[in-house]
């Protein structure tokens, strides 16, 4: 059966990105916050990599996420830290809350994972609506760089109760024309064959211009973007992180 960031997916997840894993984005995301003092929001928060670390900080952050298993995950991970933040299951394209928040940030290319245009569209509209007027959106992105559908990738991970889960993954569509791929991921966890769970696994893609476009068209302004966690460094090569960072501008 097809699923979304199920079990076996947000288990992996735990594992391969676990607390205290930084590619350099924890570090950037601090630094370009330090100065905020109200709330702010992590939607598509996961299993805490990022909140985790900015709640240790003092930073007061909220977050969501559409998997309730990568939510129970995240949970966890707070309890044990001592840390009890309002995290909840929401979509980014949906959520409704009544606090505004001075900063919304979605690291790692999560925002990708909405395929569909007029879901993202409605997603930057909703981020735009929720932050206080002068609040900071600022959200990752990354571009393609194989669009070979005829690979096949296998990892393996060990597992805490001495298992092992194995990811299988095929690219099996490139849509050139609307800018998204889909992957097919199996997960099998083995001692025996325990479990099985397949995942279709959508990504969109925007080029930089583009996208700093549809920010301004929303209501955004003084749009910084940024390459690798280097702040105002402009990209220059398709592998790297892209990060803006624009004002909500509601004058």
């Known amino acids: 059966m097809l699923g979304y960031y199920s079990k076996l997916s947000s ?17 950037f995301y601090s630094e370009r916050i330090e100065d905020c003092t109200g709330n702010i929001l992590e939607p598509g928060v996961g299993t805490g990599r990022i909140l985790i670390p900015l709640l240790e900080r003092g930073f ?3 977050g969501f996420d559409v998997s309730e298993e990568m939510l129970t995950i995240c949970r ?13 299951k929401a979509n980014m394209e949906s959520f409704s809350l009544e606090a505004n928040y001075v900063a919304i ?11 569909n245009r007029e879901d993202s569209l409605r997603a930057l509209k909703n981020f735009y609506y ?16 194989d669009l070979t559908t005829t690979n096949v990738t296998t990892r393996t991970w060990e597992t805490n109760d001495g298992g092992i889960i194995t990811l299988e993954s095929k690219l099996v569509e490139v849509d050139a024309v609307n800018q998204y791929t889909i992957t097919h991921n199996r997960y099998e966890k083995w001692q025996k064959l325990i479990q099985t769970e397949l995942e279709r696994f959508p990504i969109r893609w925007y080029g930089v211009e583009e996208f700093k476009l549809i920010l301004e ?6 749009i ?6 280097t702040h105002g460094q402009y990209p220059t090569k398709s592998s790297e992180i892209i990060t ?3 004002v909500a501008s509601k004058d």
């Open 76 to 88: 966890h991970n707070c309890d044990i830290r001592g840390l009890n933040p309002n995290v909840f």
């Open 130 to 145: 929720h932050l206080q007027d002068g609040g900071r959106l600022i959200i990752d992105i990354f571009l393609p760089n």
């Open 105 to 115: 940030i979605v690291p790692t290319g999560t925002f990708l994972l909405l395929h």
């Open 244 to 246: 803006f960072e624009a």
């Open 60 to 62: 007061k952050v909220d």
């Open 224 to 229: 910084i973007i940024s390459a690798d966690y």
């Open 217 to 222: 068209q929303i209501g955004f302004k003084d």
């Open 11 to 27: 288990e992996v997840y735990d594992i391969d990105k676990y607390i205290g894993l930084s590619f350099g984005d924890v570090e």
